[in-house]
């Protein structure tokens, strides 16, 4: 009741762009990390992520020491989470070095470059916001340019979904019948690059992936297609970042955690409960 109270007050309006930020990203959560868990690709999400620290760094520098005022945090997480969507992407189809050690490197390198411009920027910039989110933080412009980018992310999801569907789980069929399935691969890299973007805002950098794909695994034990998991996926990040919200409040918490906390024991709980089904039927078998 405090945290409902708090969202009506007009003297504290972040509360609601929080939640309204939230309920908006977690369309694009549903859809996008429902394909990450079909496609088994959250290592590549996870080096995404960490690269738009990079981006992040490289924009804050150029505000602060260049004067580039357009050019800024958002500016270049987007475009850090694209570029490394698109060589991880390249990497994967056509390299002939091990994958996961290029996949590896990069994911270094992108935080590394990252923490390297912010030490070279002018002024005070504290990191731990980045790296662990403050969804707290997000203001009406945020919310525009989530509004935005999750319409982007929905639209290409949805137009694209027999293509994506395809890719997931029976590529070399779909190159048979002649979908061009690198193409769509890297274009579904793409919006996962868009949608971990969306995410750092939520919950920061280092838990970005928690999010991403633990409502489409809760999901997953429930839903008996593709579309039901998304579906059930959007809902579930929605109970994720609005009880983690409220909690947080109420206890004085950092949101993000809070947050990854509650969606790691509904993993928890929905896997055990999977579990215990699956061993009920084996005895009930024999």
Request: hydrophobic share 60%.
């Amino acid at each position: 009741m405090e945290f409902l109270e708090a969202l009506a007050d007009p003297a504290i309006p972040f509360l609601r762009y929080a939640l309204a930020a939230g309920i908006l990203a977690s369309l694009s959560f549903g859809i996008i990390g429902t394909y990450v868990v079909a496609r088994r690709i959250t290592y590549i999400a996870g080096a995404i992520a960490h690269c738009v620290l990079g981006g992040i760094g490289a924009g804050l520098y150029c505000q602060h020491k260049l004067g580039i005022t357009w050019f800024g945090p958002l500016s270049g997480a987007i475009a850090a989470a694209l570029l490394a969507a698109i060589i991880i992407g390249l990497v994967s189809l056509h390299a002939n070095q091990r994958e996961d050690t290029a996949i590896g490197a990069l994911w270094a390198i992108g935080m590394a470059i990252g923490l390297l411009f912010i030490a070279k920027t002018p002024g005070y910039i504290e990191p731990m916001s980045y790296l662990f989110g403050n969804i707290l933080l997000i203001s009406k412009f945020d919310l525009w340019m989530v509004l935005v980018l999750d319409a982007l992310v929905v639209g290409t999801a949805t137009l694209f979904y027999h293509k994506f569907l395809a890719v997931c789980f029976d590529e070399e069929y779909a190159r048979l019948r002649g979908v061009r399935t690198d193409l769509y691969y890297l274009l579904l890299l793409c919006l996962t690059a868009l949608t971990v973007v969306l995410l750092v805002r939520v919950v920061g950098i280092v838990m970005v992936i928690a999010l991403l794909t633990l409502p489409a695994a809760v999901a997953s034990n429930f839903a008996k297609g593709l579309w039901q998991m998304m579906v059930l996926a959007t809902l579930f990040c929605i109970g994720f970042i609005g009880s983690g919200l409220a909690i947080s409040y109420n206890f004085d918490l950092p949101s993000g955690p809070t947050i990854i906390v509650i969606a790691g024991l509904i993993y928890l709980a929905a896997a055990c409960v999977r579990q215990f089904r699956k061993n009920s039927r084996l005895r009930s078998a024999v």
